[in-house]
């Protein structure tokens, strides 16, 4: 079912990649946010606004791109890069659609998606680590340290403009859509001026082009979203993608970007209908009551939300295709060098 949401969403995401007429009306209003965002980021500086440096380093993966661009997975292989290089990471996040008191929540693999969001969920299942969320990160993360007093380091989901928070090491991940327009909030989809500062940027494409590269800035390290293989979401063994080459097949994605997961899955053979949902999509419309297909293909973050929904986790056409990122090994080793040269750790 259309709603009025999805449909603004859909207006403003195209008028973001161009300065077309909706974009040039609205631009007099992004430099009133330019300027808001840049005495917020000033205040915090000077100390006029408070921040809270906690007794771990802290590496913030975030985005100035507004919408999905990647930072679940790179958050779960940067954790791993950590642990591969002996440290007990942990993951703090605000947690979208979770309960709105904002309080400190602690994640487990059995939390309900509804309660601590469906991002932060995944990341606990896929981890294993101690998984924190709160509208306030550096209550979060001084939660998950009283919890669990042999973290020495924490991973910040998404909390780059949360500047309440002091953070040792800051990711910035963009996607091929490089920085739009190029022009911040409400006139293009930038946060932040492409210029703010960073340690490492990251951008999740199949191809690194220069007009990419000159975009974003900096020497961005190139990021590969891989999927090879799908499975039941009911349980069962998982077979290659290849295989399911030939059946009717529906991919449905409530992400950020869910043209991403139909690119990976077409690059990998198949050939299907496309169902594009709104990022967090709670799936309580029942969206696959009329889909007819064989298989239905969703997204690891949509399937944290479709298994605890009775009426489908039991539904057999719909399987769950993993993907995981794939990045040089450099940027790992890089990052873990600044955390050990942290004077808090």
Same mark, same amino acid.
């Given at each position: ?8 969403? #859909?207006?403003?995401? &195209?008028?973001?990649?161009? &300065? ?36 771990? @380093? ?26 591969? /290089?002996?440290?007990?990471?942990? +993951? ?19 939390? $309900? /998606? ?36 042999? *973290? ?28 739009? $327009?190029?022009?911040?909030?409400? /006139?293009?989809?930038?946060?932040? @001026?492409?210029? &703010?500062?960073?340690?490492?940027? *990251? ?9 990419? +590269?000159?975009?974003?800035?900096? =020497? ?22 290849? #295989? ?12 950020? $970007?869910? =043209? ?17 949902? @709104? ?24 399937? *944290? ?20 990122? =794939?990045?040089?090994? /450099?940027?790992?080793?890089?990052? *873990? ?9």
């Amino acid at each position: 079912m259309a709603s009025t949401r999805p449909s603004l969403e #859909s207006t403003l995401t &195209r008028a973001w990649l161009r &300065r077309g007429a909706l974009a040039c009306a609205l631009w007099p209003l992004s430099l009133l946010f330019r300027a808001l965002a840049a005495l917020r980021a000033r205040l915090f500086k000077s100390g006029v606004l408070a921040s809270t440096r906690l007794p771990v @380093p802290v590496v913030v993966v975030g985005n100035i791109f507004i919408g999905g661009t990647g930072k679940t997975p790179l958050t779960i292989w940067l954790v791993e890069a950590l642990r591969d /290089a002996g440290f007990t990471p942990g +993951i703090i996040s605000r947690g979208h659609g979770g309960e709105e008191g904002g309080a400190p929540r602690a994640v487990t693999p059995q939390s $309900n /998606a509804q309660e601590v969001g469906d991002e932060p969920l995944l990341m606990a299942r896929r981890t294993g680590c101690p998984v924190v969320v709160g509208r306030k990160r550096a209550e979060a993360g001084q939660a998950l340290l009283a919890a669990h007093p042999s *973290v020495d380091v924490l991973v910040a989901d998404d909390g780059l403009q949360h500047y309440a928070l002091q953070r040792d090491v800051e990711v910035v991940l963009f996607d091929g859509r490089g920085v739009g $327009n190029g022009w911040l909030l409400p /006139a293009g989809p930038l946060r932040e @001026p492409p210029s &703010r500062r960073r340690d490492f940027t *990251v951008v999740n494409a199949p191809q690194l082009a220069p007009g990419l +590269i000159q975009s974003v800035g900096g =020497q961005p390290f190139q990021m590969r979203l891989a999927g090879e293989y799908a499975e039941p979401l009911a349980g069962g063994a998982r077979v290659p993608l290849a #295989s399911l080459a030939g059946k009717r097949i529906v991919a449905a994605a409530g992400i950020g $970007n869910p =043209q991403r997961f139909f690119d990976m899955l077409r690059g990998a053979g198949l050939a299907f209908g496309e169902l594009p949902l @709104p990022d967090h999509h709670d799936f309580l419309d029942h969206p696959f009551d009329h889909v007819n297909a064989d298989l239905i293909l969703i997204t690891e973050k949509d399937a *944290v939300k479709c298994g605890q929904i009775e009426n489908l986790v039991g539904d057999p056409r719909l399987w769950v295709v993993p993907v995981s990122a =794939q990045l040089d090994r /450099a940027l790992a080793e890089q990052i *873990v060098e600044k955390c050990r040269g942290c004077s808090t750790a």
